[in-house]
Every structure is written in structure tokens, then in C-alpha cells.
């Protein structure tokens, strides 16, 4: 919603009219606005089985004057007014699209009471998806909380995982680690509860944490994490056979070592390399120079390039490594931009260039620049 509510002409369908992030379910404008949304997605995918209709981390609803009016002056709880515009969407879409089933996230419904949820209608119209990305969820509280979704009239549940995403909002390079774990609880989950009830293991891939905050890894990066979790949940565990499989699918040699990690043959695989270098080696090591050369901080420092008093012996003691090291910022900076406008528009690369790359690039470009103009003009 984040994305329509920011522009003007919807604005005033906010909840709060000055967040963007919620919608106001009492205006009948609102109802309509979803359902074209929902027309616009099932007209580019007219075979789906299923439509994810989202309503997760609805923050500020009840906050709004007309919540704030309704629930003061009757016994309605934000809890049932939730409910009622999630009956109303999912009836369009059981009444719009024969077949078709609405998911929804869970997570506004993880504290309802059982009766208001059993008697709201919804639990027969959709399928819930359950999410929970860390690699230490708790197996018997998702175990109960499964239970008494069945125990409301839920029929169907979706579990979601992640394969890139969730760890960070500024993560670049994506632990393996973390999303196997993650996967391996829920797949403990599943043994725990009646097979009947789920439907399957989604594995999130998220883009950003929200329409306003940077980019989380980019896809071609999270390509190797996306294939050991979808080979660890075909097989129920992350075996020896599971490792050679996807090393041999990516034309991989390592797999679990981030810092040595081969770029293999799969499509983006030169972005992965290139964004794995920039992580593992230029930023430590633009850090060490910056932060912890002693003729860098002892002889060079951001005072004595301001005063211009500088021993012309410790510039030559700085400059052959400081060079060397831009000379691979700068090659770095042209091909990572180059691999990814093969594969993004413009503007996100400018997006991702400027937030991951650029701030560095110019401490190292300023460095070399102060450096020349010491060896021009000596003391």
C-alpha cells in the first residue's frame, strides 16, 4: 500500500494522513482501489491457483479519526475491523476469480481471539501464510499456533521461509548459514503438525524492508542461498549429495566460505563475485588504510592535508599502496556497474551504486587526489 497511498491523488485514503503505510478501511473508495490492484494482478496472471492478498504489519490501524469514532462509540475492537475488510477483500476475490484462493499473512491474526476469528467468516474464504525468518524460531509455539488456527475453521496454511532478505536492511551478501537454519526449523514444524493442513514452504525473497528503505541483496547474489534451501527442503536435509548437487547446478566450487566465494556459471554469477570482492576485500581493506595505517594516520590525517604540513617522505611511504588500491576501486566501480545494467534499469543501479559503492569509492578517489597535490606542491 506504501506504494500507491505515497502518491497524492490516493492520499486521502490513508488511515493516518500522514503515513503511507495503511490503508483506511472504512472509505468504500479503499475497497475499490484493492480490487483493482487485484484485477491488475490477475489480469498479467490469468492461470494463478492462489493470490497472496498481503495485510501484514498493518501498524496504524485504529489510529485514524474514523477508527478512533467507530471503536469509541461502539464495542468494535481494531481486531474485528480488520477482519471486516479482510472478509471483504477475499469475498471479491472468491466471487471475481472462480478457483482461485486468497492467502494472507498471519501475523495480524497471531493474537486474535479465537471466537471473533472463528465468527468472522474469513477462515473459510483464505489460506493463512505463517512467516517467521529467523534461524531459531521457536518449533513448539509455531506448533501451537498452527493448532489453533485449525481450531478457528483455518483448513489450508502456508508456512514462509527466506532466501535472501530479513537479515539486514542494508545486507549485500546473503548468509547461507542463516536461511538453511531457518528452513530447518520450519521443515521441524511440519513434521509436528497434520499434513493435511499445509499446503507448502514459500521462501521470500525480499526486495526491500519497505517501499522507502534500500535495497536488501540483490537477486543474483542470493542465487546460491535459493538453491541450497530449495535442495535441503527436496530433500529434508543438507547432506553431502545436496552440495555437490547445487555446486554442480551453479558451476560452484565453495559454497559456505562468503570471503572465497568462486562466481560460478550461473546467470549473475559475475555480480556475485564482483559484490563479494567489494564486501570481502576493498571495503577491509580501504578501512585498514584509512583507519589504521600508521603513516596514513600519523603523517597524512584530514589535519595536516588542512594545513598542508606534510613530510614529503611519508607521502611516498603512502602513495604506492593507496594507488594500487584505487586502481581496483576504479575497476571495480566500472565493471560492477556495467554487469548490473545488463540486468536492472538504470535507476536502481544509480540506487544500489550510490548507497553501497560510492561513499567508499570517494574516501579512496580524496585520498590519491590530496596525495597528488602534496607531491605537486612539497613543503
Not at 27 to 40: F, P, R, T
Not at 124 to 142: A, F, Q
Amino acid at each position: 500500500m506504501e506504494f500507491v497511498l505515497k502518491h497524492g491523488v490516493f492520499s486521502h485514503l490513508r488511515e493516518v494522513e500522514g503515513f503511507t503505510n495503511t490503508l483506511n478501511p472504512h472509505k468504500e473508495q479503499s475497497l475499490q482501489l484493492v480490487q483493482a490492484m487485484i484485477g491488475q494482478v490477475m489480469e498479467l496472471h490469468p492461470d494463478a491457483r492462489w493470490l497472496h492478498i498481503g495485510s501484514d504489519e498493518v501498524y496504524f490501524l485504529g489510529e485514524g479519526r474514523e477508527s478512533k469514532e467507530i471503536i469509541a462509540n461502539t464495542q468494535i475492537t481494531v481486531q474485528e475491523i480488520f477482519l471486516h475488510h479482510l472478509k471483504a477483500v477475499t469475498s471479491h476475490v472468491a466471487s471475481a476469480y472462480s478457483g482461485v484462493r486468497p492467502i494472507a499473512w498471519d501475523d495480524m491474526l497471531r493474537d486474535a481471539n479465537e471466537q471473533v476469528l472463528t465468527e468472522s467468516g474469513v477462515t473459510h474464504l483464505l489460506e493463512l501464510m505463517i512467516w517467521d525468518y529467523s534461524p531459531d524460531l521457536d518449533v513448539d509455539k509455531k506448533v501451537a499456533m498452527v493448532a489453533k488456527y485449525k481450531q478457528c475453521g483455518f483448513q489450508k496454511l502456508w508456512f514462509a521461509s527466506a532466501f535472501k532478505g530479513a537479515t539486514g536492511v542494508k545486507e549485500q551478501l546473503t548468509s547461507i548459514n542463516h536461511h538453511l537454519g531457518n528452513n530447518n526449523q520450519w521443515l521441524k514444524v511440519a513434521a509436528k503438525i497434520p499434513q493435511e493442513l499445509l499446503q507448502g514452504i514459500a521462501l521470500t525473497g525480499w526486495q526491500r524492508y519497505d517501499h522507502f528503505s534500500v535495497l536488501c541483496e540483490l537477486l543474483p547474489v542470493a542465487i546460491p542461498c535459493v538453491a541450497v534451501c530449495l535442495q535441503f527442503l527436496k530433500h529434508g536435509e543438507y547432506s553431502d549429495q545436496v552440495i555437490e548437487q547445487v555446486k554442480s547446478f551453479l558451476g560452484m566450487t565453495e559454497l559456505e566460505n562468503l570471503g572465497s566465494i568462486s562466481s560460478g556459471s550461473f546467470p549473475g554469477n559475475k555480480v556475485l563475485s564482483l559484490v563479494t570482492q567489494l564486501i570481502c576485500n576493498l571495503r577491509p581493506e580501504l578501512k585498514e588504510l584509512l583507519e589504521e595505517n600508521k603513516f596514513v594516520g600519523g603523517w597524512f590525517s584530514p589535519y595536516h592535508r588542512r594545513t598542508n604540513v606534510i613530510n614529503p617522505v611519508m607521502v611516498q611511504e603512502i602513495q604506492p599502496a593507496t594507488m594500487s588500491l584505487m586502481s581496483r576501486w576504479q575497476t571495480l566501480h566500472e565493471e560492477l556497474q556495467n554487469e548490473l545494467l545488463q540486468i536492472y534499469p538504470s535507476s536502481t543501479v544509480v540506487e544500489w551504486m550510490e548507497v553501497n559503492v560510492l561513499p567508499w569509492y570517494l574516501q579512496i578517489k580524496k585520498l590519491c587526489e590530496d596525495l597528488n597535490a602534496a607531491l605537486q606542491n612539497p613543503l
